[in-house]
């Protein structure tokens, strides 16, 4: 059983992460109101910003929701593309992205939008207020999951601690138990089991979220299918010139978890059954989950190989012309979606925020 003591200091760095976020939020606003962002956004804002969304729903109310910050409102994103017009940035499509990142800066900067994880509400939330705008966007697919076979194991995971007083599993074969009688308890347990469920190799992380959901009677698999778009979701998608379709492998595993012929396959048979679906070339890639944890240097390598025209990550930055960003490694700004200010958006987007960028032999992050 973990201790209250234990439970405490977990608040305790809650605490402080709320503090240092109320920090940050007071040098963006500075930066907005003083003009500073946009008189330096000449010299930090590169090229343009790929942004990463997830998923796109109506707010809910629930208290427990670990997954908040992947998600926005329909209503938000018409807000911010409103608000990308209004700011004179070029809506483009990741092949524009590639373009504009080996030729001399554009008089006007660049956003691309794209959306991780193949969720269902991509189709029926986002792209109605997309196709409204006339806007391109991107989805990355893990292609097991329009078959009903992916597993997405982190929201069977948010389920069951929401549902549960008390969490209980074997990790090193030692029985241990997680309280999750409160919001806080709640958070500290799905933190540590999704940060522990993260270094699993594939077949023991889906042992590990099978034997929960036996446990606990959430249906895994009736969970990631009613999340996930389907291949008529996916097929009205790709009709649309404005829509690129990319590939974020098959199961979407931790691509560091693997060995390296498993990674390769990941990748190379994620593309090759988008490819058969649509009838297209797939010519973009999404490391899965895309921290600097989840993938390594000899992923970008296989893209590389594989003739992918790119490969996003989840590394916040900015894209930079003149070749100086890696096509293989570009960075992506993931929006909070507990953040719904636009001036926030905005300094993000003149890349003051982002440490600068110095060119480097082979451009590796």
């Given amino acids: ?11 305790w760095e809650r605490t ?23 008189l330096k956004q000449r010299q930090t804002g590169g090229a343009g910003v790929i942004l990463r ?24 994103l018409d807000r911010t593309i409103r ?21 001399l800066p554009k008089p006007r900067p660049f956003v691309c939008l794209t959306f991780d994880g193949g969720y269902k509400d991509v189709v029926t939330a986002a792209y109605p207020v997309l196709a409204r705008h006339g806007v391109p966007f991107a989805v990355y697919l893990p292609t097991a999951f329009p078959d009903g076979l992916g597993e997405m194991w982190w929201l069977a995971l948010e389920e069951m601690i929401a549902r549960e007083n008390r969490i209980s599993l074997v990790i090193d074969r030692k029985e241990r138990h997680f309280a999750a009688r409160d919001v806080s308890e709640k958070h500290d347990a799905f933190e ?26 959430v249906d895994l698999s009736a969970l990631s299918r009613s999340a996930s778009m389907d291949w008529n979701d996916l097929a009205r998608l790709a009709a649309d010139p ?11 595993p931790v691509l560091s978890n693997l060995r390296e012929a498993d990674a390769r396959r990941e990748i190379a048979m994620g593309r090759a059954v988008a490819e058969t679906a649509f009838r297209r070339d797939v010519r973009h890639v999404a490391y899965p989950f895309g921290d600097r944890e989840s993938w390594r240097r000899q992923h970008l390598e296989m893209a590389q190989e594989m003739g992918f025209a ?18 293989h490694a570009l960075p992506r700004v993931a929006w909070d979606g507990r953040q719904r200010s636009l001036r926030m958006m905005r300094v993000i987007l003149s890349g003051t925020m982002f440490p600068p960028v110095k060119p480097t032999k082979d451009n590796w992050v």
Avoid at 20 to 37: C, K, N, P, V, W
Avoid at 242 to 252: C, F
Avoid at 310 to 327: D, M, Y
Wanted: one cysteine or more; hydrophobic letters at 35%; aromatic letters at 10%.
């Fill in 192 to 217: 540590f089991l999704a940060s522990w469920m993260r270094t699993l190799p594939p077949s023991d992380l889906s042992f590990a979220i099978n034997d929960l959901c036996k446990r606990y009677s």
């Fill in 310 to 327: 790119s490969a996003v990550s989840a590394i916040p930055g900015v894209v930079e012309p003149k070749g100086h960003t890696n096509l």
């Fill in 16 to 38: 402080l992460a709320s503090d240092t976020g109320i920090l940050q939020r007071a040098r963006m606003e500075l930066a907005y109101f003083s003009g500073y962002a946009r």
């Fill in 1 to 11: 059983m973990r201790s209250r003591r234990g439970t405490r200091g977990r608040g």
């Fill in 242 to 252: 404005l829509v690129t379709i990319g590939s974020a492998t098959v199961n979407y």
């Fill in 53 to 76: 969304f997830e998923r796109v729903r109506p707010r809910r109310s629930q208290r427990f929701q670990p997954h908040r910050a992947g998600e926005i409102t329909p209503q938000f």
């Fill in 83 to 103: 608000a990308l017009k209004r700011w004179k940035f070029d809506l483009v499509s990741l092949d524009e992205v590639c373009r504009r990142a080996v030729t």
